[in-house]
């Protein structure tokens, strides 16, 4: 077990000051640093919600968050390799927004989506799949949150990658053992906590439940690091 917490990746947390509700100050966001950091983790992708209703344009949040990211790290240089991505709320029509690449994780192809939690209309999911053949590649976020016959349909129909919730594991139900059988059964590319505020216990589940996976832990960290083979990290001063 040891092995996979060496390369253990959060592929999902709101984590920089002022980019999204996640981390509203700069003291918020470097606590949350620190935990990560106590935690063991190798690297930690942020990524701020993106939702193309609310945002002026992809230029000004990638402003927003390139800044943020740079002042996190000014203010707390050590800790793991910060990348930045965003979670993009899908909905109807964004494969043809503008810019929509852009949000990808730095330096990748990799294009975190979030579906809508209250019921997906069906051109929310033409959308999806549209995207999912615009040359991006879609990691599908929290999938333990969605009804498992709506992931069964896209398990069918879409060629996407999976992110879960570690926390999702962890449990006796219906849902938490669905949840640990895609792990063995190498269906999912990523864990995420998606982090919220700095509560001292943040991380103390999600390493429970890495542990919990056991050798399906060490499969997912090996897609993790496949996937941001390519990906830059952030850098205190992003110019």
């Known amino acids: 077990m040891r092995r996979a917490l060496e390369g253990l990746v959060d592929f999902h947390a709101h984590c920089l000051p002022g980019a999204d509700h996640g981390a509203p100050s700069l003291s ?23 939702y193309s209703h609310k945002e002026v344009s992809v230029d000004a949040f990638l402003t927003r968050r390139d800044g943020a990211a740079a002042a996190l790290l000014s203010a707390a240089p050590e800790g793991p390799a910060l990348y930045l991505g965003a979670e993009v709320l899908v909905t109807p029509g964004l494969d043809e927004m503008e810019g929509l690449s852009r949000l990808c994780i730095k330096g990748t192809d990799i294009l975190l989506l979030e579906m809508p939690l209250g019921g997906w209309s069906r051109e929310c999911v033409r959308t999806l799949e549209r995207i999912a053949k615009m040359g991006v590649t879609p990691l599908l976020a929290h999938i333990d949150r969605y009804p498992i016959t709506d992931l069964e349909y896209l398990f069918e129909s879409s060629r996407l990658l999976y992110q879960i919730n570690a926390v ?13 059988h895609m792990v063995r059964a190498e269906a999912v590319a990523a864990f995420g906590s998606d982090l919220h505020g700095a509560h001292p216990a943040a991380y103390r589940a999600f390493l429970r439940a890495v542990r919990r996976a056991r050798a399906g832990a060490l499969t997912v960290a090996a897609h993790s690091a496949e996937l941001l083979s390519r990906a830059i990290p952030a850098t205190p001063s992003e110019e």
């Open 28 to 50: 918020v966001a470097v606590a949350q640093r620190r935990l990560m950091k106590e935690a063991g983790l190798s690297a930690v992708v942020a990524t701020p919600h993106f």
């Open 168 to 180: 999702a594991i962890l449990g006796l139900s219906y849902r938490a053992r669905y949840f640990r």
